[in-house]
Structures are given as C-alpha cells and as structure tokens.
C-alpha cells in the first residue's frame, strides 16, 4: 500500500491538506491476488487508520515556481499493513477492482445463497450495486430467479442489457409491471442487424421482440412512443427482411387494436421496397404474399404503390405473362375479398386491355403471302448489299456466301442484327467454307403463338377473377 500526502504553501510551511491509501497488491486468504495499480482506498475502509500515521516518509517532491498561489509539493510512504473487514464487505470490494474480480464474487454469492436461502439480503446488496456499475454482464437470470421488480427497474435503466435480457425480464415479471419507457429504450439499443442474426442461428422467434413492443404501446399508447416505437420497426424490417416482417403483421392480425403498428410495419415495408434493387424481379409467390398481408390489414395505399412498381413499362409481353397473369391467377385462389378490392380490380382491368390491344394488333398483321422480308442490313460492302437483294426478293429463298470466316461471320452478324426471319448454316465442304441463309417465317410462327397464350390468359382472368365472365373471344385462323 502506497500512502501519499498532498500540500500547498510556501516551500517551508506546507500544509498538507490531502491524503490517498492506494493498494498495489491484496493478499487474500489462501493466496496474492493482483488488482489495478492505482486502486484507491478511501480512509474510511481502513481498519485502524492509524496505524499510517506514523510512516517514514519515503519520498518528496516540491514545485516552487507556481505563481501567487504559492508551492505545491506531495510525499509519499510505502508500507505493507493488514485492512480489517467483515467478510460481507470482501464481496463489496471486489466491485472496485474491475470487471474479472466483480464478477467471480457474484458467482461466488449465487452459489453461497443457492446452498443457504439466509444469504438473499446479502446478495440483493451486492446485485444492486453490482447493476449500478453497469458492468456488461448479463445478470437478468438473477434478477428473475429472485423475483427481485426493484431491480429489474434498475436493470432497465442501465446500458448492459441486451435482447435475451428483455424476454427473460418480460417473461418473469410481465410487461405491466416493468418501466415501458426504459424497455423501449433498451429494445431500440439492441435490436441489431447482428442481434437478429444471432437470433436466427439460435433458431429463437424474432416476431416475440415486436410483441413486446406492441404490449408496451397497448399500456402507453402510441402517441406517447410514437418516434421510438417507428425506429424500432424500421430496424426490424431492414434486418429480418420483408417476408419475416410480413410474417409479424399476420401475427398481430391475432391482437385486438394493433392497427398501429401494423400501419408502421407497412410502412417501412413499402420504404424497403422502393429503395430495394430490381424489386421488380421478385417471385410472384413473394408479391402474392405481400398483397394478401396488405389487403388483410387495410393497407389499400400501399398496394396501389406496390402495384405501380410492377406494371411493366418494357418486355410488356413477357412480364404480363410471366408476373402479372400468375400473379392475378394466385390471388383468384385467396379469395373473392382481395379480388374484388380496388388495386386488384385495377390491375386485371389494365391486364385485360393490354391482352386485347396485343391480341388486335398481332392479328392484323396478315399471313406474308411471299418470300421478301422487310429488313435492311446498313452495311454498304458488297456482301451485305447482295444479301439486302435477297432479303428484299419475294422468291428467292436462300443466298450462299462462299468466303473466308472473316466475311461469312461479318454477314451472318449483321444479318442477325435486322431480322430472325434467316436460318444460319456453314457448309464446310471445299475451301473456303460457304454460309447458307435460309429464309423461313419465325416473326409470323412467334406472332400466331403469342395471340394463342395471350387469348388464352386473358380467358383465364375473365372466367376466374371477375365475377361475370365474358365469353371467350373467337379465334382467328391463320392464313
């Protein structure tokens, strides 16, 4: 133990005014234990204090030059002396060692109060005192083995706690009970991308962590946590993901008065996806489950959002018949409710008059009653200026090339480039090898087949997601 005194004055009549005990090293009842150099040691926890009084002194040190205020000096004493303490207090100092000591006396006081129930008090005093360290140790368990409200209070409103924290305090004492402020606090301090992944891998249920927000909203209201409840639900959705966050509105659609939260949880949602890459790109499953999620809370907006993002502006035809029609077709089967809601009716209406303008403007064109196709290469070497002749010849029907590879695949690239009426075929027989070009009637052959799927499709959404079906239209004959 190092004794210092401290003082001020001119350099011959110094007043010594303040003394620090600082311990260097402990020895404990069977062996030295190391602590912290520089740990202070108030007086009073010495037992007798005395018995430094009377110390030699081993060192000093005076600094004259310090202005009006005269010199300032320090000496110190170094001496080994035996502190006196009841073996409660042994406990109580262990928490101004530092994290290791503090801890390994708490295990110690559990395992003593688990042998003998009279040791409670005693360890209540050091948990206490223990939480209000702040340590990052999670002593929740205790807290609830002893049924202890006033220290789950003081838990809540310290910093070490995390989400399994929440849930055992929440199971044990019920959310009535508890501090809701300081629970809303502690959940918007841990519900973390990395708390939710720790979670998962644990196979735990995240949509328990919104459950307690909602419970706290039912006790405080929304407008009274309005700001930390929306943070809190938009780090849930941005770290479990939409399907996960669609998954805890259809949870709370088994709660009474959780339109709040629902609405929130939509809203973040909707954010998500907007600011999401090629959304537009997701499963019809994916866009399924999320109108049905939607319609079932009364989030009407958000589909005509979400609807808007996914009406095609381009690829119309492929992106009618591979997202929209399997889209409306599965939401047929969901119910006549979210059929017959507005967003949906907008979207069959709007599938509906591209399927007949696709189908009226396919079936105009007319069956090619030659051989010419209309398509022009733009390049001016003679190669490509004979094929333009031959493209342009009603009977002509194919066109060798016998060139060198450079020149045959010069043509058939720029060939392929303004038509796929052409077939393509390198004969290798002599030298150099000859590119035959074949006409054949692709675009007409794709054209029939693209009226059939459409009149097809569009008799589906009229015979299974309208309530009055029209008959189907009557199919043009190709010539």
């Not at 010495?46 to 000093?60: F, H, Q, S, V, Y």
């Not at 004979?386 to 045959?408: D, I, V, Y």
Request: proline share 3%; glycine share 4%; charged share 20%.
């Amino acid at each position: 133990m190092t004794k210092t005194d401290n003082g001020i004055g001119e350099p011959h009549h110094i007043e010594w005014e303040d003394t620090l005990y600082n311990v260097s090293d402990i020895v404990g009842e069977s062996e030295g234990t190391g602590v912290p150099s520089g740990f202070e040691l108030h007086e009073s926890d010495i037992i007798p204090t005395e018995t430094l009084e009377d110390l030699k002194i081993a060192g000093e040190e005076i600094e004259e030059d310090t202005g009006n205020e005269g010199a300032t000096a320090s000496r110190w004493y170094k001496s080994a002396c035996i502190v006196i303490y009841p073996k409660r207090f042994k406990y109580m100092l262990a928490l101004r060692f530092g994290d290791s000591f503090a801890i390994a006396a708490l295990n110690n006081l559990w395992e003593s109060y688990l042998c003998d129930n009279s040791t409670k008090n005693q360890f209540v005093k050091y948990l206490k005192s223990f939480i209000e360290k702040d340590f990052r140790y999670s002593v929740a368990n205790y807290v609830a083995e002893l049924k202890e409200l006033s220290l789950a209070q003081l838990l809540l409103s310290g910093r070490s706690m995390d989400i399994k924290d929440v849930k055992i305090l929440t199971s044990s004492f019920g959310i009535n009970t508890l501090n809701v402020f300081c629970l809303l606090e502690v959940l918007k301090r841990s519900l973390t991308h990395n708390s939710y992944n720790s979670y998962d891998r644990q196979n735990q249920n995240n949509t328990l962590n919104i459950e307690i927000i909602v419970n706290c909203v039912h006790i405080i209201g929304l407008n009274s946590c309005k700001t930390v409840v929306g943070n809190l639900i938009s780090n849930y959705v941005g770290s479990i993901g939409i399907l996960k966050s669609l998954d805890c509105i259809e949870l709370f659609n088994d709660y009474t008065k959780n339109t709040h939260i629902t609405d929130l949880i939509v809203k973040y949602i909707i954010k998500s996806i907007m600011t999401a890459n090629n959304f537009e790109n997701q499963s019809t499953e994916c866009l399924e489950k999320i109108l049905v999620v939607f319609y079932k809370c009364g989030a009407i907006t958000e589909m005509n959002v979400l609807l808007e993002m996914i009406i095609p502006h381009k690829n119309r035809f492929t992106k009618y018949n591979s997202v929209i029609y399997p889209l409306i077709m599965k939401l047929s089967r969901a119910g006549s409710g979210i059929l017959n809601s507005e967003p949906i009716q907008m979207l069959i209406r709007k599938c509906l008059t591209f399927y007949d303008s696709f189908i009226n403007t396919l079936s105009k064109i007319p069956a090619p009653n030659n051989w010419a196709i209309d398509a022009t290469i733009n390049c001016l070497c003679d190669d490509c200026r004979k094929c333009n002749t031959f493209l342009k010849s009603p009977t002509e029907t194919t066109f060798n090339l016998k060139a060198s590879q450079q020149k045959r695949t010069h043509l058939e690239v720029n060939a392929q480039s303004v038509t796929i009426d052409l077939q393509f075929k390198t004969v290798k027989q002599g030298s150099p090898h000859t590119l035959v070009l074949t006409k054949i009637r692709k675009r007409y052959e794709l054209n029939q087949k693209y009226i059939e799927e459409a009149r097809t499709n569009r008799n589906h959404i009229y015979l299974f997601a309208t309530s009055e079906p029209n008959p189907p239209t009557k199919k043009v004959k190709s010539k």
